[in-house]
């Protein structure tokens, strides 16, 4: 089991929505900076897979952040019309369709809307394999985000334990020999290491 799925959590949190009410107020730039810093690599990479450029995929990612600015009053907040993560996850592929339209040729199958379509309700499109690669990388997207804030509240040391040892897969006697400690150091550093980003991952489900 992936390390993305071990830390993700069965039931996660419904999206706060006092944290979308900010978001609603475009003057409130540390949310909006969150948001961006949070989900850009998410539509990034989902838009690549999907067979755009990097430069497509950047239009992409700014042109998602805008459509999400502008639309968030619509997103129905009854949790059984959908979450905010299955909204994204459509303004993500809309904006994607309108790349792939702009090369002159059609979205690819299960991508395709009208070119004036108003947002429709989440029910109105599921696709289960573009389901199943977006929770892939909404989970991956999560989790890097979260390694990057552990990051700068450890130690560098305690960091390049976890690192070679969990995300890397070193053996353990490698990693302790490599960096100069003993086998109880990198057992006992991997288990802090990954208390703090399980912590982490869910204070993210917690706020988005």
Same mark, same amino acid.
């Given at each position: 089991m992936s390390l993305a799925m071990? $830390?993700?959590r069965e039931d996660p949190i419904p999206t706060r929505y006092s944290l979308l009410s900010r978001? !609603? &107020?475009? !003057?409130d730039q540390d949310s909006w900076k969150d948001f961006f810093d949070t989900y850009w690599r998410l539509i990034y990479s989902v838009a690549l897979k999907s067979g755009l450029t990097e430069t497509e995929a950047q239009d992409v990612v700014q042109e998602t952040i805008l459509s999400v600015a502008k639309d968030l009053h619509k997103f129905k907040r009854d949790r059984k019309l959908g979450s905010f993560k299955g909204w994204l996850r459509n303004v993500t592929r809309w904006r994607i369709a309108d790349q792939l339209r702009r090369r002159g040729r059609p979205p690819q199958e299960n991508s395709s809307i009208p070119e004036d379509s108003p947002i429709? %309700?989440?029910? @109105?499109?599921? %696709?289960?394999?573009?389901?199943?690669m977006w929770e892939e990388e909404w989970q991956a997207n999560i989790l890097k985000a979260a390694l990057q804030r552990v990051k700068?509240? #450890? +130690?560098? @040391?305690?960091? !390049?334990?976890? %690192? $070679?040892? #969990? $995300? +890397?897969?070193?053996? =353990?006697r490698k990693v302790a !020999?490599? $960096?100069? =400690? &003993?086998i109880g150091q990198v057992y006992l550093a991997k288990h802090r290491v990954a208390a703090l980003v +399980?912590?982490?991952v869910r204070a993210l489900e917690d706020k988005w």
């Open positions: 071990t $830390l993700h978001l !609603q &107020n475009w !003057q429709p %309700d989440i029910a @109105e499109i599921a %696709d289960p394999r573009s389901e199943s700068h509240h #450890v +130690k560098e @040391e305690h960091y !390049q334990i976890f %690192d $070679l040892y #969990v $995300l +890397k897969h070193w053996p =353990v !020999q490599t $960096l100069g =400690v &003993n +399980k912590k982490e």
